[in-house]
């Protein structure tokens, strides 16, 4: 009897040690795309108006590593969008490439250390459609922007992780040099900038309702010589799930950048979308 509780023993605990395997030390990859659309169209209507549509694609990949004790997570999002109103032209009105790659230790605290690297920059030319004629005012990785940061997170709650470190951003452009030539410098044009600082990014995801999810993103980031101003990126979006490949998507990004612009500048948008998990 003791010889078949033993074997029923390590049989179990080879089952137990497969499943912890099957959680761990594997990569984990994800993958979802999508095609957000809206349209108005006009004919013969009395009170006015023009004809309008915009398209967005998009595209969001995570590749995540874990072990008991180490997590490396990677994250690739793209959007690219264009919106033709009237006889009008199209014009971009979505336009970024972000990857970030995290690697976090859990010491048995309630924070982790954690070591990270994020690169941003635009998909393709961006325009100033304000100007006449049209000015382009950016490409792809001009500018862009890398930054490494090395801190602790909190990441025990499900909905919610945050995390604070000091952080070093590298901004290259190669002509439109606005974004990183020192004004204080005569006879010099800089297209590399190197600031040193403190970075927080929170973020925030969970279900509003049974089919309604609300995501939001929150980054910070402060120089040590103008530790009073403060680069602000706030990204939200709600999104209504009508079946499995059809979402109704709000969105709205809020950026504040000094050297950018004086202003605080908005962006919203609500389109109907179809979107497919991949992977």
Do not use: C
């Not at 013969?44 to 915009?54: D, I, M, R, V």
């Not at 004004?183 to 927080?200: L, M, R």
């Amino acid at each position: 009897m003791k010889k078949y509780f033993l074997i029923i023993l390590l049989f179990s605990s080879l089952s137990f040690a497969k499943n912890i395997d099957s959680l761990s030390y594997r990569w984990q990859p994800s993958l979802k795309t999508g095609l957000n659309i809206s349209q108005i169209s006009f004919s013969h209507w009395a009170k006015g108006g023009e004809n309008s549509f915009t398209w967005t694609l998009t595209g969001d990949f995570h590749l995540n590593y874990k072990t008991p004790e180490w997590l490396f997570s990677n994250e690739l999002k793209s959007a690219y969008g264009r919106t033709k109103l009237g006889k009008d032209t199209y014009r971009t009105n979505n336009n970024e490439l972000y990857l970030e790659n995290i690697l976090s230790y859990d010491a048995g605290w309630e924070v982790n250390p954690f070591v990270s690297n994020s690169v941003r920059t635009q998909v393709a030319a961006g325009f100033n459609y304000k100007l006449k004629p049209v000015k382009k005012v950016s490409d792809f990785f001009d500018p862009g922007y890398i930054t490494q940061s090395f801190g602790f997170t909190y990441n025990k709650h499900k909905t919610f992780e945050t995390r604070l470190g000091i952080a070093f951003q590298q901004t290259f452009t190669k002509i439109f040099n606005q974004y990183t030539d020192n004004p204080n410098t005569k006879n010099k044009v800089e297209k590399f900038k190197f600031e040193t600082g403190v970075e927080s990014v929170s973020s925030t995801e969970f279900f509003i309702d049974t089919n309604l999810k609300l995501k939001s993103r929150l980054r910070l980031f402060t120089r040590f010589e103008h530790i009073n101003v403060w680069d602000v990126r706030w990204e939200n979006s709600i999104t209504a799930k009508i079946n499995s490949w059809l979402d109704v998507n709000f969105t709205f990004l809020l950026v504040y950048k000094k050297s950018q612009s004086p202003y605080t500048q908005m962006k919203e948008g609500l389109q109907v979308g179809i979107f497919y998990h991949i992977i």
